[in-house]
């Protein structure tokens, strides 16, 4: 009898090696394509900017911001000015539109990934025209101007010129048209058109003859300071009672109110209305104007007690940090 036993031995240990070489250049081609064709980690896109918290907490109707802290126009310098929107407007995407107005004010528009489009940069990302003026009686110092400057530039002359705090300007420019945070879809052409609601009457078309960034800027700071030169002319004049609506419909109710102080009054000649309940609940529909509180409440988050003054700038970071402390305490 022929004794197999060793050959069967051998050629099932000759096929546990062939089969232990095969798995292991299978498991070999199987990295190496995996490492070709592995889909990339999706990353977070950037969150677009938005306002911080914001609070009505200590808004009085007769004193939103004093004077002092409303002239203070060198609280911040050109590039301060330009770090705070780019800060807040970190994570801004550009909008789209067919055509950019010559009245937009900005110096030169971007061809979009879409050629039928051209680009509407964010705030932080402008470079426009700011036209030179003589002083005046209410902006006394001459506007250099200039074509091609960043946002920060024409707010910091115009700051200068008119002798107005720029955390006023910033804060107008958020309450008029949202353009320190706009983004994507909301950054339109007319954002920068009539930036500063200036001569943009309620129901009515904007005055075409003050369109653009740097003229917004300029005619809207210099229109407060008129309130303080011809205060007369106006409805709205510290220590005087004055009925003002809480909308611009007619229907709206109305109320009495006595400010304290020309800065104050100068807001209500700007936007004429009274904050209502409704407004302060966080309501909005035509009775429910919240325009000056708005101001009061973006000024606070971001500057600090617009009535004391003298408030430090919030920072992003600055902001993550207090919140993560805020969160921190409640969790331990």
């Not at 909301?186 to 003859?209: E, F, N, V």
Request: charged fraction near 20%.
């Amino acid at each position: 009898m022929i004794n197999t036993a060793r050959k069967y031995r051998l050629r099932r240990l000759a096929a546990l090696v062939i089969l232990v070489i095969l798995l292991a250049v299978i498991a070999l081609v199987a990295m190496l394509i995996y490492g070709f064709i592995k889909p990339e980690k999706v990353a977070t896109p950037t969150p677009e900017p938005t306002m911080p918290p914001v609070s009505a907490k200590g808004f009085d109707a007769t004193n939103i911001i004093s004077e002092a802290e409303f002239t203070r126009w060198d609280s911040l310098s050109a590039r301060q000015i330009q770090a705070f929107i780019t800060d807040w407007g970190y994570g801004c995407r550009p909008g789209k539109a067919k055509e950019m107005p010559e009245n937009t004010g900005i110096a030169k528009a971007a061809i979009g990934s879409d050629s039928q489009q051209v680009e509407v940069p964010c705030l932080k990302d402008f470079r426009g025209r700011l036209a030179a003026r003589d002083a005046d009686r209410y902006c006394p110092q001459a506007l250099q101007g200039g074509q091609d400057l960043n946002a920060g530039e024409i707010i910091a002359q115009v700051s200068r010129s008119c002798q107005i705090n720029p955390k006023v300007i910033l804060v107008t420019l958020q309450k008029e048209q949202g353009l320190i945070t706009a983004s994507s879809a909301r950054l339109t052409p007319s954002r920068y058109q009539i930036a500063m609601g200036y001569a943009c009457p309620d129901h009515q078309h904007c005055d075409p003859q003050f369109f653009g960034f740097g003229t917004q800027v300029y005619y809207g700071a210099r229109q407060l300071r008129r309130y303080q030169a011809d205060p007369q002319q106006y409805l709205v004049q510290a220590g005087k009672s004055v009925t003002l609506g809480f909308g611009p419909d007619s229907r709206c109710n109305s109320g009495d109110i006595t400010v304290k102080n020309w800065t104050t009054a100068a807001l209500y000649n700007y936007t004429p209305y009274l904050v209502s309940e409704d407004a302060r609940a966080g309501l909005s529909h035509e009775c429910a104007q919240a325009g000056n509180l708005n101001f009061y409440k973006f000024y606070k988050a971001w500057f600090g007690d617009p009535v004391k003054g003298n408030g430090e700038v919030l920072t992003r970071k600055a902001l993550a940090q207090r919140q993560a402390q805020q969160k921190a305490k409640y969790t331990n």
